[in-house]
């Protein structure tokens, strides 16, 4: 199974601040078909997840474009700028390029 | 507006069964993909199983091979997941998730195994 390594596990910020989630694979996330399925979720307290960035860098809708996803191959980057109180929560990268899927084990977005 | 709703879950005995279903209204349900995701109580999210839009492919975690079985019925664009020999390893919340991608999401259905 593919392990998708997540840090840090909590990450103290300022309203107003910038936040980056890295998220690591140990093996490449390309598929066959050329595509990388490597998503970005925010679960925020006492909710469901939500999707906040799909295939590396694609915003979902209605996801404000302080959030901005990067990376290629094992190595991938969400970065949070202006951080808000919604924004606050637990972070999950998935990897679906292999099955099967996997999640990072999060990051806790909390205030400084 | 998209719409899951999951419902079926609650306290059963280890080696029972139970089983979930999820509603999804707002789209084509079988133009899509759907998948279950658990979450242990303060735990990470563990994908489960996945099936196909059409129910002739599905996929499952190790950690429930064998015991559980998803399944669909497009006509009543409802997802489902029969848990048989449950284990308290098994207590989560369950969301049901639709697509490849997990784009939208259910409000969640507790599952508790306990004697």
């Known amino acids: 199974d593919v392990v998708m390594t997540q840090t840090p596990v909590s990450l103290p910020v300022s309203l107003g601040g910038q936040a980056s989630i890295s998220c690591r694979s140990s093996q490449s996330l390309v598929h066959s078909n050329g595509n990388t399925y490597l998503h970005w979720y925010l679960q925020k307290p006492g909710q469901s997840p939500q999707l906040l960035i799909y295939?590396?860098?694609n915003r979902f809708s209605g996801v404000p474009d302080r959030f901005s996803g990067s990376g290629s191959g094992t190595d991938f980057t969400l970065k949070i700028s202006r951080v808000e109180p919604e924004d606050l929560g637990d972070y999950y990268c998935?990897?679906?390029?292999?099955?099967?899927?996997?999640f990072g084990a999060g990051t806790k977005l909390e205030l400084k | 507006e998209v719409q899951l709703v999951e419902s079926g879950g609650g306290l059963v005995q280890p080696g029972r069964s139970l089983k979930l279903s999820c509603a999804a209204s707002g789209f084509t349900f079988s133009d899509y993909n759907m998948a279950w995701v658990r979450q242990a109580p303060t735990k990470g999210l563990e994908w489960v199983a996945s099936i196909s839009y059409g129910g002739s492919n599905t996929h499952y975690g190790d950690s429930v091979k064998g015991r559980f079985t998803i399944s669909r019925d497009n006509a009543k664009s409802t997802l489902y997941l029969q848990m048989d020999s449950l284990r308290s390893e098994d207590t989560a919340t369950y969301y049901c998730?639709?697509?490849?991608?997990?784009?939208?999401w259910g409000q969640g259905v507790m599952v508790t195994v306990s004697s």
């Open positions: 998935l990897q679906s390029t292999h099955f099967p899927d996997t």
């Open positions: 998730a639709r697509g490849r991608i997990f784009d939208y």
């Open positions: 295939r590396v860098s």
